[in-house]
């Protein structure tokens, strides 16, 4: 199965962009990257995913390598309530994500 | 409002009680799933079903049951046979299996002592 590894923590000042990298070097040719992010003792929310090209949403943009063995997810400005555990997970078999233990993202006033 | 609701938010049980968390969905998806997370941890997950009548393993099953009666309904059995029942249980859900979002259900704490 592929894997994906994150950075334990980060932290950004408000207001300004985030960049949150993710390294999935064994990533198959139709494996999708997702991102969620969790706040506290609440389920995950989407945020974004992609297979090769960048893609953007309301929330957020997400960078693909060219070779597809990383990705970093884009928080253009940064708010508090932007605070909170982002995991970047594969899509693999069309049936699964697997989440890893994922960056929890601190914002500074 | 379309969503997933689970029940109850905090749970208590005794040792060697069998104990079935409920999850239901009313956004008309086909697949839905079950996850563990501990402390500190990413989710783990339990069982997942991609259609009614049918579901299928996944990381942890064991000393967990399932079934998929009703499109909006995938409740969640934690039996004795589990070692480690203590955790923040997850339900979600998505339009079908491959490469859709995933909804989240607000978790339910599972206490076992």
């Known amino acids: 199965d592929a894997k994906t590894t994150q950075p334990n923590s980060m932290e950004s000042n408000e207001e300004e962009p985030v960049h949150l990298p993710c390294n999935h070097s064994t990533i198959s040719g139709t494996d999708y990257i997702h991102w969620y992010r969790q706040l506290p003792s609440q389920g995950p929310e989407y945020v974004i995913h992609g297979l090769t090209s960048n893609v953007n949403n309301r929330m957020a943009s997400l960078a693909i390598a060219e070779d597809r063995k990383s990705s970093t997810l884009i928080l253009h400005r940064a708010t508090l309530r932007d605070a909170a555990v982002y995991y970047c997970?594969?899509?693999?078999?069309?049936?699964?994500?697997?989440f890893g233990t994922g960056t929890r993202l601190t914002i500074i006033p | 409002d379309g969503g997933i609701t689970q029940s109850p938010k905090y749970l208590f049980r005794k040792e060697g009680q069998n104990v079935t968390l409920s999850c239901e969905q009313n956004?008309?998806?086909?697949?839905m799933y079950w996850y563990r997370q501990d402390p500190g941890q990413g989710l783990r997950l339990i069982y997942y079903?991609?259609?009614?009548?049918?579901?299928q393993k996944g990381d942890i099953a064991e000393g967990y049951s399932v079934s998929r009666e009703k499109k909006e309904s995938f409740p969640l059995t934690v039996t004795s046979a589990q070692k480690n029942p203590t955790a923040f249980y997850l339900c979600?859900?998505?339009?079908?299996?491959?490469?859709?979002?995933?909804?989240f259900g607000p978790g339910t704490r599972l206490t076992v002592t």
């Open positions: 079903s991609q259609i009614v009548n049918d579901f």
């Open positions: 956004l008309n998806h086909d697949a």
């Open positions: 979600a859900s998505s339009i079908a299996a491959a490469n859709y979002e995933q909804y």
């Open positions: 997970t594969l899509n693999f078999g069309n049936e699964k994500l697997t």
